[in-house]
């Protein structure tokens, strides 16, 4: 019996680990106290009021979902080609996946250094729609890939080879057949990259530049001012990521199960 108690006083503990800090984020951000830390004064709303009425606040967000956005896109997209490329004999097919995955096996502040010395050395502007926008795709890259290749990997070419026997080109094979397939997984692989992209700060930190994404912005806050609405700025940043993640997830089940159904 005392295997199981050790085992489940772990797993107390790691949990604990984990969740009592968002849940004293949580608890502080309607402190009414003038000071960001216990004991409780009260139950109050003005720290978000005061965290949203900061257009830094509403600028960071908009530049993070701006750069979300596209970053997500475009990684999607060159997975997806990636993920297709690799169903056919190609050169160095081998290599491809090994360095696909380079930027998730290189620390992030190494990378954030070559993208600082690079956009440098070839003279091209810090910023979020350049070197911000590179280095997010460059991040999220490997995890949308990973995310669409076995799902592509175990579709079944069977279908497509029906389509192609009927007389479909291979454009048309992709468009009304694979592409319908694949959507719920390609949405969920968005969702999920939008993720990763909205939360990055180590790379973004260095090629920033003078703009600010939320994860920055919140950085300057602990660094700069400790302002008093600083936790309502970490729940609304960690909402935003849950929600997103969350509808991920619902997708990426609802395209197993559509990929379950054709399979059987």
């Known amino acids: 019996m005392r295997m199981p108690r050790l085992l489940g006083a772990y797993a107390g503990a790691f949990y604990a680990f984990l969740y009592v800090p968002i849940a004293v984020m949580v608890v502080l951000s309607f402190n009414d106290s003038e000071?960001?830390?216990?004991?409780?004064?009260?139950?109050s709303l003005r720290w978000y009021g005061e965290a949203f009425?900061?257009?830094e606040?509403?600028?960071a967000l908009f530049n993070s979902f701006a750069v979300g956005i596209f970053a997500s896109i475009i990684a999607t997209a060159l997975a997806l080609m990636i993920a297709l490329g690799?169903?056919?004999?190609?050169?160095?097919?081998?290599?491809v996946l090994p360095v696909v995955l380079i930027?998730?096996?290189?620390?992030g502040i190494v990378s954030g250094v070559l993208l600082y010395v690079s956009f440098?050395?070839?003279?091209?502007p810090y910023g979020l729609s350049t070197a911000v926008l590179a280095a997010h795709v460059t991040w999220v890259l490997p995890f949308a890939f990973l995310t669409l290749y076995p799902r592509l990997h175990r579709f079944d070419r069977s279908i497509e080879e029906a389509a192609m026997?009927?007389?479909a080109t291979p454009w048309v094979v992709f468009r009304r057949v694979v592409l319908p397939l694949i959507r719920p997984a390609i949405i969920a692989t968005v969702l999920f990259s939008f993720t990763l992209s909205f939360d990055e700060f180590i790379r973004t930190l260095f090629v920033v530049g003078s703009q600010r994404t939320t994860?920055?912005?919140?950085?300057?806050?602990?660094a700069e001012q400790m302002a008093t609405f600083l936790p309502a700025v970490g729940v609304v940043i960690m909402l935003i990521s849950v929600v997103v993640a969350g509808i991920g997830f619902w997708v990426s089940g609802r395209a197993a199960r559509l990929a379950a159904r054709v399979e059987n």
């Open 103 to 107: 930027p998730i096996i290189t620390p």
């Open 120 to 124: 440098g050395v070839v003279g091209l």
């Open 165 to 167: 026997d009927l007389g």
């Open 57 to 59: 606040l509403l600028g």
């Open 86 to 95: 690799l169903r056919h004999r190609v050169p160095f097919r081998e290599a």
């Open 53 to 55: 009425a900061a257009n």
């Open 35 to 43: 000071i960001m830390g216990f004991p409780l004064k009260g139950f």
């Open 215 to 222: 994860p920055v912005y919140l950085w300057l806050l602990i």
